[in-house]
């Protein structure tokens, strides 16, 4: 061994790290004031922070919750605050809060719109929470039959007889194939259900009716309003167009011809046209295509119209996902022998809808919010509503509470959204 | 590219046997109007192990996709375990479920974890209970020496790991035939030797293989024959004393010369 030669005999340990290292000094320089101009502009924000709140604040806690007329409550205001100060008039919400959440559903019924909100959330917990029990699934396959009775009311046998098409598109698929065939099966297990609601779903439920008239108070769509109409739509639009979009997205990659061209064309013609052209198209024009004496309730056309929509918008966002899948996860799941519809199920839309979350979510949030559109049809949503409250003469004048009240309603529920997609992301991720 | 292989090779269970696994009889393919692969035929018997080495661009990896129909041919027959391969859909669901293939870039599937990669296809395929297709993955993830992984994502292994798991995930469809396509090639070279050991020991037991690889060590030791491809063609096929001491294509021995270097 020469002189300068150097052997290490002990690896060395870690050593914490210098003070300047850690601690809320350390990041209060780093991120307020690291450089001049940095400094500068944490200094204008911390004034405009400022400016905003001494503005808002005020104005929300200065305000007045029990009186009856806009004039009642610059009255009051000026009572308690002193001369020239301005509050808000809380007392609109106060007064209506249950017409802007439920519209002019019956108030002695006001709980079977509750129930429905609470069972959705039993619902979609198996859908939202891996830990949730499988078996939960089977409430959420019924619940869109059990929240349309209890929000509509009527005869139970609608729901259960509307319900058993599915029942019968089953028995198709399970004892078809054997009898003419698995394609037969699978056309007749799409035809069968439509021509069983179209034709002995009505003759079927008259008779149930005589023999067992079980039902409870029905309530006209017209009473229907509020937040609550503007969740209706937009859960029950949520919901079905993520399938949707999917067999959207995988039918445009669809090697036939007939299935390509009938998505993309869907595709591009929905998301070409504004929503509200759907929303009117909804509201006037939809009865004249259906058979004569049908009466299609408007929210179910809206549903419909909105469901469209999302459903063209999903399908790509969903393709984008697709096409950032490597085809080697096409080629391995082939490889091992999978099918077409197994290695979509198994392999190709979990990745696809893994990277597509952030998207997926923001077309859901997109989604909701337009839902307020339906006031320009005539729903009475929220929006719908402010306008009549506002054209009451107690309220006349009032703007800023209302609206500040739906878009807290809105956004309690947008921001929900986003951070359950969040946890989501956090949840999915398997490092790569 | 040749990684020394200093184990001795056991070759008690090694025998050819007279079946023919794979007859692929005038076969021809284009890609458009590119004639990729030009009147290939090659019998391979079961037990057999098979290299195929070739320039790059040469259509190794479109002949071992042709086998289990990654790819289709236009002309000629290929016939795999008795079945020949055309455009029925049961015929070839039933060949990839007998033929493991494994990819130069892993391919594992980056949501499911290493054991639910191996349990996946003989749960869905093959219809196998959940709590047997566990098993037989955890005796092949043994196997390839890596049981302590089974509940990592593949995200979290190295190379030579994911590639091992590849593996594995094969051999639990216990497939009769294995196609390998580069299987080292996207490794760093400290990993390639243990992917080569797991490819050793599966020759060893008797597995039929394909390999398309450029380790002329593995080659050597294991193959009973080597084919050499140029241009969609194949130039040179022979046992591997001859192949590589008595190359007899001019082709053969420029390719020789380059990939074992200056010697
Ligand atoms: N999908 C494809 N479409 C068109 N040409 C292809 C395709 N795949 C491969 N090729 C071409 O076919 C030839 C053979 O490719 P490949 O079988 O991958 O060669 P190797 O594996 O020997 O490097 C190459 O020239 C390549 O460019
Ligand atoms: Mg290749």
Redesign the interface.
Known sequence: MTEQSYVRTEMLGEKPPPSSQVGPVKWVMENLFSSIPNAVMTLVSVWAVYFLLSGILPWTFQSSWNSTSLHGCRAYIVEKYGEGTEGACWSVINERWKQLLFGFYPKELYWRPVVTLILMFVAISPVLFASVPRKVMLFSVIYPFLAFWLLWGGSIWLPIVAFSGFGVAYLAIVFGPALIGSLGATIVAGVLPIVYWLFLAGPIIAGLNSVAPIGIEGIDSDQMGGFMISMIIGISGIALSLPIGILLALGRQSPLFIVKTICVTFIEFIRGVPLITLLFVASVLLNYFLPPGTNFDLILRVIIMVTFFAAAYMAEVIRGGLAAL?K??F??A??????YW?ATR??IM??AL?VSIPNIVSNFIGLFKDTTLVSIIGLLDPMGLSRAIVADQNWNGIVWEIYAFIALLFWIFTFSMSRYSMYLERK?A??? | MVTEIEREIDRSHMEVSDEIAIQITGMNKWYGAFHVLKDINITVNRGERIVVCGPSGSGKSTLIRCI?R?EVHQEGTIIVDGTELSSD?KNI??I??E???V?Q?F?????LSVLENCT??PI??RGIPKKEAEETAMRYLEKVKIPEQALK????LSGGQQQRVAIA??LC?EPRIMLFDEPTSALDPEMISEVLDTMIELAEEGMTMIVVTHEMGFARKVANRVIFMDDGQIVEENVPEEFFGNPQSERTKLFLSQILGHQ
């Open positions: 490597p080697g996860q080629e391995a082939d490889a091992l022998g999978l099918d197994k198994l392999i979990p990745q893994k999915l398997t490092g790569h | 289990n990654l859909l669901d039933k990839r479920s033929v493991g293939m990819f870039h391919n594992l599937f980056p949501h996946l296809a869905w395929v994502f593949p995200g979290q995930r094969s469809m």
